[in-house]
T-cell receptor
Framework: GDSVTQMEGPVTLSEEAFLTINCTYT??????LFWYVQYPGEGLQLLLK?????DKGSNKGFEATYRKETTSFHLEKGSVQVSDSAVYFC?????????????FGKGTLLTVNP | EAGVAQSPRYKIIEKRQSVAFWCNPI?????LYWYQQILGQGPKLLIQ????????DSQLPKDRFSAERLKGVDSTLKIQPAKLEDSAVYLC??????????FGSGTRLTVV
């Protein structure tokens, strides 16, 4: 079945450090890939997405490139801020029929210290 | 457009009691999902509705969980009787036109 594997957390960085959160996937068919973010006390919000191979999703300084050859969608940011502290979830959705089910990874907690 | 509204935000119950959660989705959005998010894990799909009909409930523990969506709008998720392992955040979501979801803030359930 479809699955998503994220790097284990927690991740603790200093402000302005470079961030990478690894994500790899297994899917039948051709998935769309997503990163969701969950700030403390809030619901899940879409951070960025990519719908086909070699697409790059970007938002708020975060980027991720859909790599079909390595089945990966790693999240990166060049300079993190304290306000980026949150839990980040990688997710995939395989198109087909009416079942647009999102499959999530376990999440990675990021803490950014000033 | 307004977001997905959920209530209550928090609920504490004793095991073997029953509990219900409510979701008011974005107006006009036909597809609604309930997810369970256990602490330290990613959300897991419980049930998907398309208008009033169930599309996927394969991971819903039907001996204790039930859900309905009346008139293709609001939805309720019920647990009866609750177990300790049901402690989690229950998330409601709508499918958006671009293929992603909009989530509500969730209901945090603690079973003691």
């Amino acid at each position: 079945g479809d699955s998503v594997t994220q790097m284990e957390g927690p991740v603790t960085l200093s402000e302005e450090a470079f961030l990478t959160i690894n994500c790899t996937y297994t899917a039948t068919g051709y998935p769309s890939l997503f990163w969701y973010v969950q700030y403390p006390g809030e619901g899940l919000q879409l951070l960025l997405k990519a719908t086909k191979a070699d697409d790059k999703g970007s938002n708020k300084g975060f980027e991720a490139t859909y790599r079909k050859e390595t089945t990966s969608f790693h999240l990166e940011k060049g300079s993190v801020q304290v306000s980026d502290s949150a839990v980040y979830f990688c997710a995939l959705r395989v198109s087909g029929g009416s079942n647009y089910k999102l499959t999530f990874g376990k999440g990675t907690l990021l803490t950014v210290n000033p | 457009e307004a977001g997905v509204a959920q209530s209550p935000r928090y609920k504490i119950i004793e095991k073997r009691q029953s509990v219900a959660f409510w979701c008011n989705p974005i107006s006009g959005h036909a597809t609604l999902y309930w997810y369970q998010q256990i602490l330290g894990q990613g959300p897991k799909l419980l049930i998907q509705f398309q208008n009033n009909g169930v599309v996927d409930d394969s991971q819903l523990p039907k001996d204790r969980f039930s859900a309905e969506r009346l008139k293709g709008v609001d939805s309720t998720l019920k647990i009866q009787p609750a177990k300790l392992e049901d402690s989690a955040v229950y998330l409601c979501a709508n499918l958006q036109g671009w293929g992603g979801y909009t989530f509500g803030s969730g209901t945090r359930l603690t079973v003691v």
